[in-house]
C-alpha cells in the first residue's frame, strides 16, 4: 500500500503564529497558545522538515545498538517525543515545538477530522495563555512498541 504523508507544503508551520513553549503545571515543559485559537483552527500542520519518520526496522536497530550516556537520552528523548502513525507503520518524532503538547482527558487540541497525523486543530475554544493538551488515549497504539508503554500511554505515568 502506497501512503502519500499530508505535510504542509507552505513555508510556515502554523504552530509559529498559534503556541510558545512555557513551564507547566501538567508536566515540565508545556505547549501554550500566544493568541485566541478559535475552535476548528488548524495550529499545527508539520512540513517535512518538522518530523523525522522513523521506521519499524529503524527503531529495532536503535533499540538493539549498544547505548552509551548519550545514546540512553536520545533514545529516551524519541520515545517521549514521538507519536506513533498507523499508516506508515511509523513513529512521528516531533522536531518543532509541537513535541511539549502535554495530556489531558479532556483536551482543547487533537488529530484533524480526517484523522491526518500531521496536524492539529482546536477541538474547542483556546484562550491566549491557555495551554494546548491532547488525550493521548485517542492516539493509536503500535504492537511492536509495547514494550515502551510508559511514554506513550498516560496511565503508566
Request: aromatic share 18%; charged share 25%; with cysteine.
Amino acid at each position: 500500500m502506497s501512503y502519500s504523508i499530508p505535510y504542509n507544503l507552505t513555508p510556515n508551520n502554523p504552530i509559529l503564529k498559534f503556541a510558545e513553549v512555557k513551564s507547566s503545571p501538567i508536566h515540565g515543559l508545556g505547549l501554550f497558545a500566544k493568541i485566541f485559537i478559535p475552535k476548528g483552527t488548524i495550529w499545527w500542520h508539520a512540513r517535512p522538515q518538522d518530523v523525522l519518520i522513523i521506521s519499524k526496522r529503524q527503531f529495532q536497530t536503535i533499540s538493539a545498538s549498544y547505548k552509551n550516556e548519550y545514546l540512553k537520552s536520545f533514545f529516551k528523548a524519541l520515545l517521549t517525543y514521538s507519536y506513533f502513525e498507523r499508516d506508515l507503520n511509523a513513529l512521528i518524532f516531533c522536531i518543532d515545538d509541537s513535541k511539549y503538547v502535554n495530556h489531558s482527558s479532556d483536551p482543547n487540541s487533537g488529530a484533524s477530522e480526517d484523522e491526518n497525523g500531521f496536524c492539529s486543530v482546536a477541538l474547542k475554544d483556546i484562550q491566549s495563555g491557555e495551554e494546548i493538551t491532547e488525550d493521548y488515549s485517542k492516539y493509536t497504539k503500535s504492537d511492536w512498541l509495547q514494550d515502551y508503554k510508559e511514554y506513550f500511554d498516560p496511565y503508566y505515568w
